[in-house]
C-alpha cells in the first residue's frame, strides 16, 4: 500500500495484531541521511510509544513494525541531526483495521497456501519495480543534465 509518493507498507491495509514492513525515501532519505528513525505510536493520544532505527538499503530506509489493537498508527521520522519528517506537523496517521478471522472459501474449494504465497511475492516484486522507475523518473533527468545536487535541509 502507498501512503504517500515515498512511504510504503508491504500490504495493502493494515491489520491489528500483525506485522507490518515500512519503506521510506521521503525528504530525509533524498537529502542524504545516513540513519534514519521512525518515531511511532498508537491511537489519538499516541500509547505505546517506539523509536526503531531504520535499516538503509538500496530501495530507502525500512523497518518492521508491530500493530497493536488500536484504532490508528500514527508515525515520523527524524534522522541523524535530529531533523523531522512529520507530514507537514500533521504526523503519518492511519486507520488500522480489526482482525477479520472468517475463512473464505471460493466455491467450496481450499485456496492453497503456495498461491497465497506467490501472490504475495509477485505483489512485493510490483512494489519495488514501482519504486525503481520513481527513482529513475525523478533522479535521471537531474543525472543526464548535470544538475544533480544535494540539498542541504538546514539552507531550506
Same mark, same amino acid.
Given at each position: ?6 512511504? +510504503?507498507?508491504?500490504? &495493502? ?9 515500512? =519503506?521510506?525515501?521521503?525528504?530525509? @532519505? ?5 540513519? #534514519?528513525? #521512525?518515531?511511532?505510536? +498508537?491511537?489519538? %493520544?499516541?500509547?505505546?510509544?517506539? &523509536? ?20 490508528? +498508527?500514527? @508515525?515520523?521520522?527524524?534522522?541523524? %541531526? ?8 500533521? /504526523?503519518?496517521? @492511519? ?11 471460493? &466455491? ?7 498461491? $497465497? !504465497? ?10 519495488? #519495480? !514501482?519504486? $525503481?522507475?520513481?527513482? #529513475? ?9 548535470? /544538475?544533480? !545536487?544535494?540539498? /542541504?535541509? =538546514?539552507?531550506?
Amino acid at each position: 500500500m502507498e501512503l504517500t509518493k515515498n512511504i +510504503f507498507f508491504n500490504t &495493502d491495509k493494515l491489520v491489528e495484531n500483525s506485522k507490518v514492513k515500512i =519503506s521510506y525515501t521521503g525528504i530525509l @532519505f533524498q537529502n542524504g541521511s545516513n540513519d #534514519i528513525s #521512525i518515531h511511532y505510536g +498508537f491511537g489519538s %493520544n499516541w500509547d505505546n510509544v517506539n &523509536d526503531v532505527k531504520m535499516e538503509k538499503t538500496e530501495l530507502g530506509f525500512q523497518t518492521e513494525v508491530e500493530l497493536i489493537s488500536s484504532d490508528t +498508527f500514527n @508515525f515520523c521520522f527524524y534522522n541523524e %541531526n535530529n531533523e523531522w519528517d512529520n507530514n507537514n506537523g500533521s /504526523n503519518y496517521i @492511519f486507520t488500522i483495521e480489526k482482525n477479520n478471522l472468517e475463512l473464505i472459501v471460493l &466455491d467450496d474449494e481450499p485456496v492453497s497456501l503456495g498461491t $497465497a !504465497r506467490k501472490l504475495r511475492k509477485s505483489y512485493i516484486w510490483s512494489k519495488k #519495480i !514501482r519504486l $525503481a522507475v520513481y527513482k #529513475i523518473i525523478t533522479y535521471l533527468p537531474k543525472l543526464i543534465s548535470g /544538475n544533480y !545536487r544535494k540539498k /542541504n535541509l =538546514s539552507q531550506s
